[in-house]
């Protein structure tokens, strides 16, 4: 995985930088020990590395604006770390970068349920945002399945989604305001606790920028009430074209569920195989999980039971009670963990129009046998995004490169059916090389004008989204290496 | 007056790349704009491309009419969730609003406050910028974080990035049927705590307005039959201390009303558009003073029509928020800006990012630009 040269004049000067930063911030803030760093050397994408050149953990919007106004001046990169869970490699460092932590961030500010909005500090973790709201019966919607760990800086970086966006949106919809710190260390406000941009929307383009407009620090988040209550139900088939068939016609009904989970059969045998959640044996697994009072939840599934059974299902089963309810999700919920156990594997995350499903996985299924890797696959039926699961053995050399390349070719696959290449993780590192797939270098190019606007020394995470030949002329590039 | 019409997305791109001079960009000319320049038409790209109920789906050239794009959707029971305004009676123009017009100012109607915005239902924008350049982000799909959303930042721009050709939106199923629940004889204090009690219970509430004339609030519920007599019910008890409840099952044309601002139709004066907290909306409008108010969106949205000429924004002074002047002269709009000035670090970030996507000023020159930012 390429990454750009570190900057030799940056390193050299690396006490200097230790010494300006450690003046202006409280001690314990400024990271310089090299067994210290180490620990922020990946994010979840472990298999690349690269120990920083120091890391700042600030407790306040001010001190993360003195960091970046210095590190400006010095003219050394910047990489935004939220808890370091990305799967795509956003907070890769690099040799000369600083690593600029949130993590000890996570207050949260205001919580207001007449406005219906929570004001925290972007280090706080998803899931505790709706912890802060839960006795008050309203919950934060984005819901990744990484959200006890995951925070939300990295959420708003990557506009991240869940199972239950195709009901509730993802962060960007979900997103009301930000504070957020400039490279040059001006501290600006957008949005706020009212709707809607007074000019360009710039929140929405802030949303989903992987950490290279500005360090987000804290953030006005939509709440909303808890609904009566949600129900599901779990559907077997014996194809992967009558299964995608059966969501069509659901959605076609009128009815909104506010999950649409998919798995096929490698995915539903590994997962009954780790959690024993009482899976049927089939092709494809339906869950799909409706809201409401109990009145409406019966009136849904009904619905949907009844074009369950229209295409004459393997298996048809409804939760009667909350522990039920459990076990059907356990065993999705499991996925990751149950490929684990049986190997290393690589998620991938590519898009693609919902009824193209079958042909996908059709195509997956050949390119499997074609590489030789084993692929399980889980899907957010509602909204089109594809979570294949590559398995592969680390320690095998080569492995890698070859589930790398395969992976490679699945979202490729994405695009040319309509979709793209990221729907949730992002594009990092891992998808860099991919872009010019999707996109021609005329729309890169518009994207970067915004970076150019916001950043326009490209010092915020510099190596990110876009293909480093593209980006050279705009990051700077150290004489030595010429 | 020359106009062009470009036919095709190539067509577009040519007359841009060579275009020296301002244009006003038309799509159905239902939303004002600067008369007295050279019209860019967008009526030859017209019609919907893909249409996929199954996969709540549609793609359409950005001069398609709204109203065909509805019937297209009708016809498959689903609609746009965020019913967007037609300005036209609020404005007194003529013409037929279309997609890309709709698109590039965000139209979004009552249904914002629990659905979204237009801009949350918008999958893909394909345009061309004011160099002629083409820039297609987004796609066709929910779920894409390819790169930077540049489908946000497009909604919303009133034609200053670039021109739209074709977009792509999120349809939601159509509903069985509404109803609204009505609580009378409210002032806005209690209107306001009263839409609150509402928006924050359980039971799905699409719509919640308040008319200071009538002292009426308004509440929407829409779904399957059974569901909204439920609801309806309900929800009569959450609000039922805040006075008489009542209800109106002739919801839709209600809500229309609401929606295109029917209250201030025919009448004179100049329209604002305040974007606040909703629990500042009573504040906000006791500061109006001398003119007539709509709440909309729990009271995140006011509309406000005032004496021709008001300079509200000075006489509201500051909150969390923003005032847009929608319907007022020329010349006012000229002078006080149609659009809240922006603070000076963001101003320099806007003005940078649209001197590149319109480096010879041609798109929309100043419309969106406060006289003091210049």
Known sequence: ?482 | MKMKEPQTEGDLADFLKSQASPVRVVGGGTRGGMTEREVLSTAGLSGVTLYEPGALTLVAQAGTPVAEIDQVLAAENQRLAFEPMLHQGLLGTDGASTIGGVVAANVSGPRRVQAGACRDFLLGVRFVDGSGTLVKNGGRVMKNVTGYDLVKLLAGSWGTLGVLSEVSLKVLPDVETQTTVLINDLDARAAVAAMAAALGSPYEVTGAAYDPATRQVMLRLEGFESSVAYRAGKLGDVVGRFGAVTQDADSAARWRAIRDVAVFHDVPGDVWRISVKPSDAPDIADRIGSGATLFDWGGGLIWACVPEGTDLRRQLGGFDGHATLERGSAETQRELGKFQPQVAPIAAITERIRARFDPRGILNPGLMTSPAEG
């Open chain 1, 1 to 482: 995985m390429e990454m750009p040269i570190p900057n030799p004049d940056v390193i050299a000067r690396k006490a200097r930088i230790v010494e300006r930063l450690s003046v202006l911030l409280p001690p314990g803030t400024v990271i310089h020990d090299e067994m210290e760093t180490r620990a922020y050397e990946c994010d979840a994408l472990t298999a690349y590395k690269c120990p920083p050149l120091l890391v700042v953990l600030p407790a306040t919007t001010q001190e993360v604006a003195d960091v970046l106004r210095i590190c400006h001046q010095e003219g050394v990169p910047v990489v935004p770390r939220g808890s370091g869970t990305s799967l795509a490699g956003g907070a890769l460092p690099t040799a000369d970068c600083v690593v600029l932590g949130v993590s000890r961030m996570n207050d949260v500010l205001e919580a207001d349920y007449d406005n219906r909005y929570i004001r925290v500090q972007t280090g706080r973790t998803n899931l505790s945002v709706t912890g802060a709201v839960e006795e008050e019966d309203f919950f934060y919607a984005p819901d990744p399945s990484s959200q006890l760990a995951c925070a939300i800086a990295g959420n708003i970086a990557m506009n991240s989604g869940g199972a239950h966006c195709l009901k509730y949106g993802v962060t960007t919809n979900n997103l009301l305001g930000v504070t957020m710190v400039l490279m040059d260390g001006t501290i600006v406000e957008i949005g706020g606790a009212h709707l809607d941009a007074g000019g360009l929307d710039l929140l929405g383009v802030v949303c989903g920028s992987e950490g290279q407009l500005g360090v987000v620090t804290e953030a006005t988040l939509r709440i909303l009430r808890k609904p009566e209550g949600a129900r599901p139900v779990l559907i077997g088939y014996d194809s992967n074209e009558v299964a995608g068939a059966c969501v069509s016609d659901i959605i076609k009904a009128g009815v909104l569920p506010v999950a649409i989970e998919f798995m096929d059969r490698p995915c539903i045998e590994a997962c009954e195989a780790f959690a024993h959640a009482g899976y049927p044996d089939c092709e494809a697994l339906l869950i799909v999980e409706v809201e409401g009072s109990p009145g409406e939840i019966d009136a849904q599934l009904a619905v949907i039971k009844k074009i369950a059974q229209s295409h004459d299902p393997v298996e048809l089963r409804e939760a009667q009670t909350a522990d039920e309810a459990a076990r059907i999700w356990l065993g999705r919920k499991s996925a990751f963990g149950a490929m684990g156990q049986i190997n290393d594997y690589m998620c991938l995350d590519g898009t693609i129009p919902v009824n193209e499903l079958p042909y996908v996985l059709r195509r997956i299924g050949e390119m499997s046998v074609e590489f030789g890797l084993g692929v399980a696959n889980v899907f957010h039926a509602g909204d089109g995004n594809m979570h294949p699961l590559i398995l592969f053995d680390a320690n095998k050399p080569g492995d890698l490169e070859t589930c790398e390349a395969f992976g490679a070719e699945i979202l490729k696959l994405c695009v040319e059916v309509g979709g793209c290449l990221t729907g949730e993780h992002g594009v990092g590192i891992e998808k860099r090389d991919l872009m010019l797939h999707q996109y021609t270098l005329e729309d890169l190019e518009a994207q970067m004008v915004i970076k150019d606007a916001f950043d326009p020394a490209w010092l915020l995470n510099p190596a990110k989204v876009f293909p480093l030949s593209v980006t050279q002329s705009r990051r700077f590039v150290p004489l030595s290496a010429a």
